[in-house]
């Protein structure tokens, strides 16, 4: 029920998300969804991918230092309170967001929330248990 | 059992070791008053005949010698025989001017061959070992003065010498290379080299890694002999001295490096003052040459700090011991007035845990203010998708400095291979100041 992500550390300087987005496009990596957070001195690029371990290889034999990590996409219908609805819900269950960032699918209909929780079972239970939809990798990838 | 190249004089009680000192300095000093004008006008500016030396101790009564000294007299003016004696010359690169020349005669180069061996005994090599000599080969003492010594040895040496990093690994493979001679940064270069490349070093041959030329510190040991699977000792040497071969670790000594003190006498002084310091205490290191003919110096300040340790040694020479170089009179900053030495900040970085030993340091004064930043290759070990993880672990890098250095930097995280290698001495300081 987790989807692995590409985090990938980036000195703020000009041209690096450039050469990293024009390397995955060379290996042919479709790129599902990214979020940059960034301070004065750096970046972290997440990104979500079609192809993980070819994306890791890839930004590694390229000088990257990259981590994979597990998140978890949860599936809302794309209307005014979808994510208020599940914001609300984390908030009952005491759930602590290290960081979220959402996409919009190709139908339309539906929004992917993808989540970094510091407690992932218990997030996992307590969505399942609410009713949410958590999509796994090849789901998000199919989407 | 601890192997010696020379048992009877590594090993001679200190008594009979100092009157052999003695009866070397006077006659150097004779030799060098009569031979070489400039000494001999320091000599008489400062009151001072070769007569007057009539102990170990008198020899504070002699002028310093300094690089300056050298540099006024270049290329040849400080050689005490004519150049048709004169076997060999090295040089030093000067960063500012012009460089530093020394000169060997054949006796010179027999002398350190003979110290090269003696280094590379203590180390436990033997003439059966293949030795991988990655000093460079030139002018810089390191590659042929290690070179000469690896021959006299008996062992086999291979000449590598610097650079091109991925053959060299393949020739430790092929050639099974033993003990291996190298800067400590360009070991870490190698150890890095050899990972890309997914050469495990448990498969090399590697036993023993001799390592001089710049400063580094004991969690830079630890990390050489952990990514390279070796035990990590230190050699020290300079080539207004000999070269390499100077002061050597031993295997069983827990610290330091015994000088090889029939050749050269040591003194610990106040780099300030001039004045010679307590027994044990830390200051500049003095060197005086005992048996050199075509280039002898007098108490020559080689402007790396360090301390003499006379306790007794568990592998049994009774040559006195010299701390492990922590730093150099000329690389010690002065940040907003306090005294840094890249060594400490060093002792910092490696002691925080999945931080890569390559690093450094960029001062820059804004104003009327110093700052400096010390900047730090984020690895896999370290790397976080959290943003927190990493701001904390800056945080935590530079609260640790400013514990152990008293003044605040600021850490900047880079990326990987951002920070250039080293294919000899490493860069670590990069002072933007114009003082």
Not at chain 2, 66 to 89: A, S
Not at chain 2, 112 to 121: D, E, H, V, Y
Request: glycine fraction near 8%; charge should be negative; aromatic fraction near 6%.
């Amino acid at each position: 029920m987790r989807v692995e992500q590409i985090a990938v550390f980036l000195e703020n300087k000009s041209g690096r998300l450039a050469e990293i987005t024009a390397k995955l496009a060379e290996e042919n990596i479709n790129i599902r969804a990214l979020s940059v957070a960034d301070t004065a001195d750096f970046g972290i690029l997440r990104l979500i991918v079609d192809d993980v371990e070819k994306a890791k290889t890839t930004l590694k034999s390229n000088g990257f230092t990259v981590s994979v990590t597990n998140v978890i996409a949860v599936e809302v219908a794309d209307k005014t309170g979808g994510l208020a609805g599940v914001l609300k819900t984390i908030e009952e269950e005491k759930l602590n967001v290290e960081y979220m960032y959402a996409f919009v699918n190709q139908s339309g209909e539906n929004a992917v929330l993808i989540f970094r929780f510091d407690d992932m079972d218990k997030a996992i239970e307590a969505l399942q248990r609410t009713g949410y939809a958590i999509l796994s990798g090849e789901e998000i990838c199919s989407l | 059992m601890t192997l010696y190249w020379e048992e009877e004089i590594e090993t001679l009680p200190r008594v009979g070791l100092e009157s052999i000192q003695l009866k070397r300095l006077q006659h150097l000093v004779a030799r060098v008053y009569k031979t070489v004008a400039p000494y001999r006008e320091k000599m008489d500016a400062a009151g001072v005949k070769p007569k007057d030396i009539q102990s170990l101790a008198d020899l504070t009564k002699l002028p310093f010698t300094v690089k300056e000294d050298l540099r006024d007299n270049y290329p040849f003016g400080l050689f005490t025989v004519p150049m048709d004696q004169v076997v060999r010359v090295h040089a030093s690169s000067g960063t500012t001017g012009k460089p530093t020349v020394v000169g060997y005669t054949k006796k010179d180069i027999k002398t350190w061959s003979g110290l090269m061996a003696r280094a590379l005994t203590c180390a436990g090599a033997t003439s059966s070992d293949m030795i991988h000599n990655a000093y460079g080969y030139g002018l810089f003492t390191g590659g042929l003065g290690a070179h000469y010594g690896i021959e006299r040895l008996g062992a086999t040496v291979i000449p590598v010498s610097g650079g091109n990093t991925k053959r060299q690994i393949t020739i430790m493979k092929d050639f099974k290379s033993s003990v291996l001679l190298a800067t400590p940064s360009y070991a870490l270069n190698l150890a890095e080299t050899m990972n890309a490349l997914g050469v495990d070093p448990k498969s090399l041959s590697l036993r023993v890694g001799v390592f001089g030329a710049e400063p580094w510190s004991e969690n830079m040991r630890d990390e050489v002999e952990r990514k390279l699977n070796i035990k990590a000792v230190d050699i020290y040497g300079l080539s207004e001295v000999i070269g390499p071969g100077v002061a050597m670790q031993c295997l069983e000594g827990e610290k330091g490096l015994h000088i090889f003190e029939d050749h050269f006498l040591p003194e610990i002084i106040d780099p300030d003052t001039g004045e010679v310091l307590p027994l044990g205490e830390k200051g500049e290191l003095v060197f005086t040459t005992l048996t050199k003919e075509a280039f002898p110096i007098i108490r020559y300040r080689t402007k790396d700090i360090t301390r003499l340790l006379y306790d007794e040694c568990a592998c049994g020479r009774t040559m006195v011991r010299m701390d492990k170089v922590t730093g150099r009179t000329d690389d010690m900053l002065i940040i907003r007035g306090v005294n840094v030495f890249p060594s400490q900040i060093e002792h910092v970085l490696m002691g925080t845990k999945g931080v890569e030993p390559h690093y450094q340091i960029v001062v820059n004064r804004e104003g009327n203010m110093d700052t400096m930043s010390v900047e730090v290759e984020v690895s896999e070990d370290i790397f976080s998708d959290e943003i927190k993880t990493l701001e904390n672990l800056n945080k935590r890098i530079q609260m640790d400095i400013k514990d152990m250095l008293g003044v605040s930097c600021r850490v900047k995280l880079v990326e990987p291979k951002s920070i250039q290698r080293s294919e000899g001495k490493a860069q670590r300081v990069i002072d933007n100041r114009n003082l």
